[in-house]
């Protein structure tokens, strides 16, 4: 079965620059979620979309900004990095909402 | 706001013991507890869940109760195994939104 593709697994960047992050969720999934996970501690909610429109916005930096497309893939665009969002970045998505979660298998970003 | 308290942070039981994974949560509009296992590096993984109007589910070796006034939900593993170590995470949302609210985890390790 299709499951949560997140792309790319890893991925180093410099302090001060971009990054993007995709996330293609299982297919027919309206609700797409983002995580951020730092080493030992819980995912830490950033936003999500529902139908393509964003709907709960959590602990989301304003250099950080996401969107969901047409073809219901979402991006996470993160400006001037900081050493501290190094982190695993996870991807989720879930038909409807208060309902099982599927998450991707994440991205690593290290900020150096 | 909304939080999910977990505990314990670590736990460890003897190969056919059981465990059991309690959380709280504040915000008394969660309606749906869904549990999450993540082994090192890898991605959360839906164990089991539970819904307001149901007090216990059973899944084999695995069981989520779920006392509402309370607002507390518990994981019980029984027969435990050494594959069963792992980072167990609790979760709350809530009708209306778009997120999952996780518990801090546990970090279950059995010995064989």
């Known amino acids: 079965a299709a499951g949560v593709i997140q792309s790319p697994r890893h991925l180093i960047k410099e302090k001060r620059e971009t990054a993007t992050l995709k996330c293609y969720p299982i297919?027919?999934?309206?609700?797409v979620y983002w995580y951020q996970q730092g080493p030992g501690q819980d995912p830490q909610f950033l936003i999500s979309?529902?139908?393509?429109?964003?709907?709960d916005k959590g602990s989301i930096p304003d250099r950080f900004s996401a969107q969901q497309f047409s073809d219901y893939h979402s991006e996470l665009n993160m400006s001037s990095l900081e050493l501290g969002d190094s982190a695993l970045y996870f991807c989720?998505?879930?038909?409807?909402?208060?309902?099982?979660?599927?998450f991707g298998q994440g991205t690593r970003l290290t900020v150096v | 706001g909304e939080n999910v308290e977990q505990h314990p942070s670590t736990l460890s039981v003897q190969e056919g013991d059981s465990a059991v994974i309690k959380c709280t949560y504040s915000?008394?509009?969660?309606?749906?507890f869904p549990w999450y296992k993540q082994e090192l590096g890898k991605r959360p993984q839906l164990i089991i869940d539970?819904?307001?109007?149901?007090g216990e589910k059973k899944d084999q070796r695995i069981a989520v109760t779920l006392n509402k006034t309370a607002k507390h939900f518990s994981l019980h593993i029984t027969e435990t195994q050494p594959e069963d170590s792992a980072v167990y995470f609790c979760?709350?949302?809530?009708?209306?939104?778009?997120?999952?609210?996780f518990g801090t985890g546990t970090r279950l390790k059995v010995l064989a």
């Open positions: 989720a998505s879930s038909y409807n909402r208060n309902t099982e979660a599927f």
């Open positions: 297919p027919r999934h309206d609700t």
């Open positions: 979309f529902y139908e393509k429109m964003q709907s």
């Open positions: 915000d008394s509009a969660s309606n749906y």
């Open positions: 539970i819904r307001s109007n149901v």
């Open positions: 979760a709350a949302s809530k009708e209306g939104t778009y997120k999952y609210i």
